[in-house]
C-alpha cells in the first residue's frame, strides 16, 4: 500500500513538472511563430516588388514559403481582402501561441495592405517588420524569464500537491 502511495505521488509531482515544462515550450513557440511572421514579411515584400499578382495570391505564395500556411488567403473576388486575412488571423492555430497583441497586430498589417502603391505596399511591410522585430525581442525575453520559473512552479506545485496527498 505504502509503495502505491509513493507511485501516486511520484506521478503528481512529475504532472506537475510536465505542465511546467509544456507551458515554458508555449512562450518559445511564440516567439518561433513572430519570426515565421518576419519571414513571411519579407518573402511578401518581395513577392510584391517582383510580381504582378493579386494581393491574396502574394500573400499564399509569402505564407507557404515561410512556413506559415495558417496565413494563407484564399482567392475570392466576392469577399473583401481583408475580410479574408481576419478569418485566417482569427483561425491561427493555438499551438503558435500568438497572443491578442500579435494578433491584433497581424490584423493592422492586413487593414492597409494592398490599398497602396508599390512604394507604399513595401513601406507598410517594412513598418511592420520593424515592429515584428520589437514583439520577437519581447517574446524572447519572456521565454527567457518566465520559461525556469514555469518549470519551477510546476515541479514545486507537483511536489506540493504530492506532499499533500501523502
Not at 518576419?38 to 517582383?50: C, D, E, K, M, Q
Request: net charge positive.
Amino acid at each position: 500500500m505504502l509503495y502505491l502511495k509513493l507511485l501516486g505521488c511520484a506521478a503528481v509531482a512529475l504532472s506537475g513538472l510536465a505542465f511546467g515544462v509544456m507551458k515554458s515550450r508555449s512562450l518559445y513557440a511564440r516567439r518561433d511563430s513572430l519570426k515565421r511572421v518576419l519571414v513571411f514579411l519579407s518573402s511578401l515584400a518581395t513577392n510584391i516588388r517582383y510580381s504582378s499578382d493579386e494581393i491574396s495570391s502574394a500573400v499564399s505564395a509569402a505564407a507557404n514559403s515561410s512556413d506559415a500556411p495558417y496565413l494563407c488567403v484564399e482567392a475570392d473576388r466576392d469577399t473583401p481582402f481583408y475580410d479574408r486575412w481576419e478569418e485566417a488571423v482569427k483561425n491561427i492555430p493555438k499551438v503558435r501561441a500568438l497572443n491578442n497583441s500579435d494578433k491584433e497586430l497581424l490584423l493592422g498589417f492586413g487593414e492597409k495592405l494592398g490599398k497602396t502603391d508599390l512604394e507604399g505596399q513595401i513601406s507598410h511591410i517594412e513598418l511592420y517588420r520593424a515592429l515584428f522585430q520589437k514583439q520577437i525581442k519581447e517574446a524572447e525575453d519572456d521565454a527567457q524569464k518566465k520559461s525556469r520559473l514555469y518549470r519551477t512552479l510546476g515541479i514545486f506545485g507537483g511536489v506540493s500537491a504530492a506532499i499533500l496527498i501523502f
